[in-house]
């Protein structure tokens, strides 16, 4: 099973917004709405920002939010701020039995 | 308060095996889906597999079937990964996490590095 394609690196200023693009296959994102996205600071366990496509967890911010339109979804983070500086990771049920996350890209706040 | 406490990091040789814990505490540790992700050095995340412990309803990536086993004990709030013949290759940081659904999770345990190496 291919992970999810992301864009290696995304980058931009403060203040900004910046889109994180997940792309598979119709099936996997194209099947479930069911794409979830995690932050992942470096040395630190992964945190959930957005599941089922577009919810955020309690305690996750409104800047955070998720979309998805045929094989690809998408992570838009608005009023960008050094704190998101992360890596952050795409997941899509693959099947009904599993799971397949995306390989990763990493934000960088100029 | 939710925890997931995984248990210490390990060193092993090629060839040898393996069982690491993950014990739940603070929720139900029957009424939620439990699974393993690998994150190798400097690499990605990889979902391994999941395990529902209230019905031991288990599921694996088709990249890890075989390689591993993911069993719990509900009496004790644990979950386990295990290796029967551990390789080079198995060298990561091992992550336990659980969620209400097979296809996201809300809480993440510390981690649990595995080297291995002759």
């Known amino acids: 099973q291919s992970a999810l394609t992301q864009p290696a690196s995304v980058s931009g200023s403060p203040g900004q917004s910046i889109t994180i693009s997940c792309t598979g296959t119709s099936s996997d994102v194209g099947r479930y709405n069911l794409v979830s996205w995690y932050q992942q600071d470096p040395g630190k366990a992964p945190k959930l920002m957005i599941y089922?496509?577009?919810k955020r967890p309690s305690g996750v911010s409104n800047r955070f939010s998720g979309s998805k339109s045929g094989n690809t979804a998408s992570l838009t983070i608005s009023g960008l701020q050094a704190e998101d500086e992360a890596d952050y990771y795409c997941?899509?049920?693959?099947?009904?039995?599993?799971?397949?996350f995306g390989g990763g890209t990493k934000v960088t706040v100029l | 308060e939710v925890q997931l406490v995984q248990s210490g990091a390990e060193v092993k040789k090629p060839g040898e095996s393996l069982k690491i814990s993950c014990k739940g505490s603070?929720?139900?540790?029957?009424?939620?889906?439990i699974g393993w992700v690998r994150q190798m050095p400097e690499k990605g995340l990889e979902w391994m597999g999941i395990i529902y412990p209230g019905d031991s309803d288990t599921r694996y990536s088709p990249s890890f079937q075989g390689q591993v086993t993911i069993s719990a004990d509900k009496s004790i709030s644990t979950a386990y990964l295990q290796w029967s013949s551990l390789k080079a290759s198995d060298t990561a940081m091992y992550y336990c996490a659980f969620g209400p659904k097979l296809s996201y999770f809300d809480y993440w345990g510390q981690g649990t590095l595995v080297t291995v190496s002759s």
């Open positions: 997941c899509s049920n693959a099947g009904s039995n599993f799971v397949v």
């Open positions: 089922e496509v577009s």
């Open positions: 603070g929720y139900s540790f029957t009424s939620y889906w």
